[in-house]
C-alpha cells in the first residue's frame, strides 16, 4: 500500500508528556481518525508532523510532492490574526500558495455564510472553524492534517463538512488525517483508526475491523470470575456489573453463549481501553 | 514570505486611523522643531512592527505560519524584510516633512537632513537588531521589559560617551571621515548588524516550540 506520511520511532519529551516511539503509516487515499483523550499526544503528534515542534528522536517523511503547498492545515487553537476579515486572509492566502483558487474559496465562504468584511474577532468559534476549513480546502492541497476540525461546529454544519472531506477522499491521490472527540463523526467517513493513550499508540487498524473484531461482554457481578482472564483486554466496574472489552467477538459469542456480547462503539472503546482495568 | 508580509501590513493597516492621527499630533506638537520627527516617525513604525508581534503571540500566528511555509527561516525573514520596509518608509516620509518645512521656514540644508535621517536609522536598527532575537527568545510579553533597560542602556551609554568625546569631536579625524562618508557607511554597517541579528534570530526560532 502506498504510504503518505510515514512515522517511524517518533519520541518528544516535555516535562510532563512523553510521545512514545510511535511508529504510524498514513495510507494515501483515506481518511485516518486520530483518537485519544485531551492530553494523549493527538496534537503533539499533529505538531510533530507539520514541524511546528521540534521532535527529539524519529523520522517524519512525507511522501510525493512539496510539503508546502499541498498540506491543508486546521490547527487545534485558532490561530487567523483577529483584526483581519476574510476578504484579507484571502488576499494573504494567495501571495502564500502558488495554487490558491480565490474563487474556490468565495464559494466556500460564501457556502459556509461567513460574511468577508467583518473582523475575525467578530466570529463565533464555529465560524472561525469553517473559515479554517475553507482556506485548509482553497489552494487545492492533496493532504488534510486537521486537529479537531469539527469541534464547535453544529450538527448541521458538522455533517456539511463531513461531506465535504468525503468528496475530497474521492480522488485517490489525497489524504486526510484528523483528530477528533466527536468519534461519532469517525464512524460514518474515516476508514482508518489510530488511538493514542498517554502518548503511546496503543491501536491502528481498518475502523471496520476494529468494530467488527471488538466487543463489549456485559456480565454480573457473579458472573465475572467465569470470564477467562486472558480474554480481558480490560475490564471496567459498573454499580451491579461488569463490562468487558474483549477480542474476537464471533468467536467469543459462541464461548460464552450464555451472555450478551455487544458491537462497541469508538466510544465505547475508548473509555474502558482509557478507564478500565486489566 | 510576500504573503506573510502582506499580513503584517494589514494589521497596521487596520490600525491606520490611530497612525494618522498620531502623526497628526506629532506634527502639529513639534512644527517649530521639525528635525525631531527625523527620530519620531521611524521610532512610531517600530512600535507598530512590535505590536505585529503581540498580535501574533496573542492570535498563535506562529505555529500556523510555519506550516504556511514549512520553512521558519522565511517566517523571520518576512518579519526584518517587513520592519526595514517600514522604516524606510517613515524615514523617507520624515524625510520629505524636513525638506518641506525646510523650504517654508527659509533654512533648508539637506546635507544636514539626510545626515540627521542616517543617523537615526542607524540608531533604531541597531536597536531592533537587538531587540528582535530577544523577542525571538523570550516572547514579546517578556521581551518588552528588555526594551525599557535596552532604552535607558543606550541612553545613558550613548550620554557618557558624547559628554567624554565632546571636547575634540571636531578635530577627530575619525569622526571627520565617519561624518563625509556617512552615507556609504551606515547602510553597510546597517546590513551586517541586521544580517547578525538575523542569524541569531532565526537561531533561538528554530529550536521554539509552537
Same mark, same amino acid.
Given at each position: 500500500m502506498n504510504n503518505k506520511i510515514e512515522i517511524k520511532n517518533l519520541n518528544k519529551n516535555y516535562d510532563d508528556f512523553q510521545l512514545k516511539n510511535i511508529n504510524l503509516d498514513i495510507p494515501c487515499g483515506y481518511i485516518t481518525g486520530l483518537i485519544g483523550e485531551n492530553g494523549a499526544g493527538k496534537t503533539t503528534l499533529i505538531k510533530s508532523i507539520l514541524n511546528i515542534i521540534n521532535y527529539d528522536s524519529g523520522d517524519i517523511k512525507i511522501n510525493g510532492e512539496d510539503k508546502k503547498e499541498n498540506i491543508g492545515v486546521v490547527l487545534d487553537n485558532m490561530f487567523f490574526p483577529e483584526l483581519l476579515n476574510a476578504n484579507d486572509i484571502g488576499k494573504i492566502m494567495k501571495n502564500v500558495y502558488k495554487t490558491w483558487d480565490m474563487n474556490l474559496y468565495s464559494k466556500y465562504l460564501s457556502d459556509f455564510k461567513l460574511t468577508?468584511?467583518?473582523?475575525?474577532?467578530?466570529?463565533s468559534k464555529g465560524m472561525r472553524k469553517k473559515l479554517e476549513i475553507a482556506v485548509a480546502l482553497s489552494h487545492k492541497?492533496?493532504?488534510?492534517?486537521l486537529d479537531e476540525p469539527t469541534s464547535g461546529l453544529d450538527p448541521i454544519v458538522r455533517d456539511e463538512i463531513l461531506d465535504i472531506f468525503l468528496d475530497f477522499i474521492q480522488d485517490e491521490n489525497n489524504t486526510i488525517l484528523l483528530s477528533t472527540h466527536i468519534t461519532s463523526d469517525l464512524e460514518k467517513i474515516a476508514d482508518y483508526i489510530t488511538f493514542i493513550d498517554n502518548g503511546s499508540l496503543v491501536l491502528n487498524d481498518y475502523k471496520d475491523n476494529i468494530l467488527d473484531d471488538f466487543g463489549i461482554l456485559k456480565v454480573d457481578k457473579d458472573d465475572f470470575k467465569n470470564i477467562d482472564s486472558k480474554d480481558i483486554i480490560k475490564y471496567k466496574k459498573n454499580k451491579y456489573s461488569y463490562d468487558i472489552l474483549v477480542k474476537s467477538?464471533?468467536?467469543?459469542?459462541?464461548?460464552?453463549?450464555?451472555?450478551? #456480547?455487544?458491537?462497541?462503539?469508538?466510544?465505547?472503546?475508548?473509555?474502558?481501553?482509557?478507564?478500565?482495568?486489566? | 514570505m510576500k504573503g506573510l508580509i502582506l499580513k503584517d501590513l494589514l494589521?497596521?493597516?487596520?490600525?491606520?486611523?490611530?497612525?494618522?492621527?498620531?502623526?497628526? #499630533?506629532?506634527?502639529?506638537?513639534?512644527?517649530?522643531?521639525?528635525?525631531?520627527?527625523?527620530? /519620531?516617525?521611524?521610532?512610531?513604525? #517600530?512600535?507598530?512592527?512590535?505590536?505585529?508581534f503581540s498580535y501574533d503571540e496573542y492570535n498563535k500566528w506562529d505555529a500556523y505560519a510555519i506550516t504556511l511555509?514549512?520553512?521558519?527561516?522565511?517566517?523571520?525573514?518576512?518579519?526584518?524584510?517587513?520592519?526595514?520596509?517600514? /522604516?524606510?518608509?517613515?524615514? /523617507?516620509?520624515?524625510?520629505?516633512?524636513n525638506i518641506i518645512v525646510g523650504n517654508i521656514n527659509g533654512n533648508l540644508n539637506i546635507e544636514e537632513i539626510t545626515s540627521n535621517v542616517l543617523e537615526?536609522?542607524?540608531? #533604531? /536598527?541597531?536597536?531592533?537588531?537587538?531587540?528582535?532575537?530577544?523577542?525571538?527568545?523570550?516572547?514579546?510579553?517578556?521581551?518588552?521589559?528588555?526594551?525599557?533597560?535596552?532604552?535607558?542602556?543606550?541612553?545613558?551609554?550613548?550620554?557618557?560617551l558624547f559628554r567624554n568625546i565632546d571636547i575634540n569631536m571636531s578635530s577627530n579625524s575619525i569622526i571627520k571621515f565617519l561624518d563625509t562618508y556617512l552615507i556609504v557607511i551606515i547602510p553597510i554597517l546597517s546590513i551586517i548588524v541586521l544580517f547578525i541579528s538575523y542569524l541569531i534570530s532565526y537561531k533561538f526560532y528554530s529550536k521554539k516550540d509552537f
Open positions: 468577508t468584511n467583518k473582523q475575525v474577532k467578530t466570529f492541497p492533496s493532504i488534510l492534517i467477538r464471533e468467536k467469543l459469542k459462541k464461548k460464552y453463549n450464555k451472555y450478551v #456480547i455487544d458491537k462497541p462503539t469508538l466510544d465505547e472503546i475508548m473509555v474502558i481501553y482509557i478507564k478500565g482495568v486489566k | 494589521l497596521v493597516k487596520s490600525n491606520i486611523r490611530t497612525i494618522i492621527i498620531v502623526l497628526f #499630533i506629532f506634527l502639529i506638537t513639534i512644527f517649530n522643531d521639525v528635525s525631531s520627527i527625523t527620530l /519620531l516617525f521611524p521610532l512610531f513604525s #517600530i512600535i507598530m512592527c512590535l505590536t505585529t511555509t514549512n520553512n521558519r527561516k522565511l517566517v523571520i525573514k518576512s518579519k526584518y524584510v517587513f520592519t526595514i520596509m517600514m /522604516l524606510i518608509i517613515t524615514s /523617507l516620509l520624515a524625510f520629505i516633512v537615526g536609522l542607524f540608531g #533604531i /536598527l541597531v536597536f531592533i537588531s537587538i531587540m528582535y532575537p530577544i523577542i525571538y527568545k523570550f516572547g514579546i510579553e517578556k521581551a518588552r521589559i528588555f526594551i525599557l533597560v535596552i532604552c535607558f542602556a543606550l541612553t545613558f551609554v550613548l550620554g557618557y
